[in-house]
């Protein structure tokens, strides 16, 4: 091992590196991350990361490994070499399809397979309001998740004025546009701040989310706001709007509404999607994803967990269901506690402000103006595929 090992920053470990374009491997220094193995070459800061999911070894990781080979789909060809027990250990934890135990599974009777086919056949017939159905939701055109998404946010909103300040606006735009931009996403997320004093934040299809005055005023901070609104991202990423929608009515009449159809139950999609709510894997997953996109927005998670704590007060304080009634906090959400210790479990990274002060300020102005949202056009078809 080269004596600049000795020197990595802290929880990060000496590896070498092969893109398998050339017959040369590089020092890099790996770490095992929230999502995959993230890779950094020596004297740089670009981070790649190999998801767990898409990783192959060299041999089974066995108890007394004293050090692993990687491959990954998400970089075909490339090799990562690592000579180090601790994070062979480490790595069974993360990716245990990796283990010896699942080499030996792998290998078992043709019978086996029959039987877990049969078991999995039950399984996702069990599940298949869920997982198909997202699939589904994925192959819809954007302007018609668009069109569905403008008609939720009218019926949600209905009696309640969009608030426009300017200051307020442009400082949530430039904070949509970071967490945006973190995504990977060509196309922003379309935020809007609407003077209603629930504390609650929804997403909508089509890439737009709802904040609320109640939560922008309950917030202590920014980087609070721009924890929420992550984790709203994750909610769009995950098509989980999109899926509850198509779950609840059927792909059929999602189809005929956003062609035109049916224009008064178009109108109540808002309705309904408040009321369906998202299950506690789907709450999960927007969290593991609203982590992601603070990280890579280089925004400190503590935000997030510092609302958690927030909920989780008002939650202890709430003897008769009063509190809770009126801030309508989701209570088909993961417990609380369980979230926070999540986000509290994250690793520090550098990270700057979600908004500086004066923008943080003006944000909280937002509402100081107001005006009657846009109605979306009923009449509007969409109908290209």
């Known amino acids: 091992m080269p004596s600049n090992a000795t020197s990595l920053p802290s929880g990060e470990t000496y590896a070498r590196f092969s893109d398998g374009k050339s017959a040369a491997a590089r020092d890099t220094s790996v770490k095992l991350g929230l999502t995959g193995v993230e890779i950094r070459e020596a004297n740089s800061a670009r981070v790649v990361t190999w998801p767990y999911a898409s990783l192959s070894a060299g041999e089974p990781l066995r108890t007394h490994a004293i050090d692993v ?51 999995g056949l039950i399984a996702a017939v069990y599940a298949a309001g869920w997982s198909p159905i997202r699939s589904l939701a994925s192959t819809l055109p954007q302007t018609w998740r668009e069109r569905l998404g403008e008609s939720a946010v009218a019926s949600m909103t209905d009696g309640y004025k969009l608030c426009v300040a300017d200051d307020g606006v442009q400082s949530l735009n430039a904070l949509s546009l970071r967490l945006s931009k973190a995504a990977g996403m060509d196309t922003p997320f379309k935020v809007a701040v609407y003077d209603w004093p629930l504390l609650n934040a929804f997403a909508v299809p089509g890439g737009q989310i709802i904040m609320t005055k109640g939560l922008i005023e309950k917030a202590g901070s920014a980087d609070e706001v721009a924890g929420v609104l992550a984790h709203e991202m994750g909610h769009g990423i995950e098509l989980h709007p999109e899926t509850g929608i198509i779950r609840a009515i059927g792909l059929a009449a999602a189809v005929e509404l956003m062609m035109g159809g049916s224009g008064g139950a178009l109108a109540n999609m808002g309705l309904l999607l408040a009321q369906i709510g998202y299950t506690r894997t789907a709450e999960h997953e927007a969290d593991i994803q609203a982590l992601r996109l603070l990280k890579q927005a280089a925004i400190a998670n503590r935000g997030l967990g510092d609302f958690f704590k927030r909920v989780q007060t008002i939650e202890d304080e709430d003897k008769f269901g009063k509190t809770l009634k009126q801030y309508n906090l989701l209570r088909t959400h993961p417990p609380t506690a369980e979230r926070e210790k999540l986000v509290r479990e994250q690793a520090d990274y550098l990270a700057t402000p979600a908004l500086d002060a004066q923008r943080w300020q003006d944000l909280k102005g937002i509402c100081s103006r107001t005006a009657q949202p846009p109605k979306p056009d009923e009449n509007a078809k969409q109908t290209e595929l």
């Open 69 to 119: 080979l990687l491959n990954s789909t998400a970089q075909p060809g490339a090799s990562l070499f690592v000579p180090n027990s601790e994070f062979a250990r480490a790595l069974r934890k993360s990716a245990p399809h990796l283990t010896a135990g699942a080499e030996r599974w792998r290998s078992a009777r043709p019978w086996v397979y029959g039987a877990a086919a049969a078991v």
